[in-house]
Nanobody, 127 residues
């Protein structure tokens, strides 16, 4: 069982930055592939970024490539999403998700692939 808790959301002006954190509990955190998703008002939840449990492989959706970076710190059981050059269209509730992975390099990009979810943190980007 893994519990994940997001933090770091807030209100920021367009062009600004935020760093989201996802703190996870569980002794086998290092064996979990992790991902970030977001859901804007009136829209479906969508994939944003993923990182393998080894941390060696990452992937971001095209709309955030070059602006967002996902990373993880095994010692702190934490995954981060560094968000730069934020745009109003990035406004959403951001969710962290976890799933155990047998392959250290495996990335998970679909909602259905994840077993554990946080409650979300609100990110609002003003124009």
């Amino acid at each position: 069982q893994v519990h994940v808790v997001e933090s770091g959301g807030g209100l920021v002006q367009a062009g600004g930055s935020l760093r989201l954190s996802c703190a996870a509990s569980g002794r086998t955190f290092s064996r979990y592939a992790m991902g970030w998703f977001r859901q804007a008002p009136g829209k479906e939840r969508e994939f944003v970024a993923a990182i393998s449990w080894s941390g060696e492989r990452t992937f971001c959706v095209d709309s955030v490539k070059g602006r967002f970076t996902i990373s993880r710190d095994h010692a702190k059981n934490t995954v981060y999403l560094q968000m730069n050059s934020l745009k109003p269209e990035d406004t959403a509730v951001y969710y962290c998700a976890a799933v155990i992975a047998l392959d250290p390099g495996r990335l998970k990009t679909r909602i259905s692939e994840y077993d554990y979810w946080g409650q979300g943190t609100q990110v609002t980007v003003s124009s």
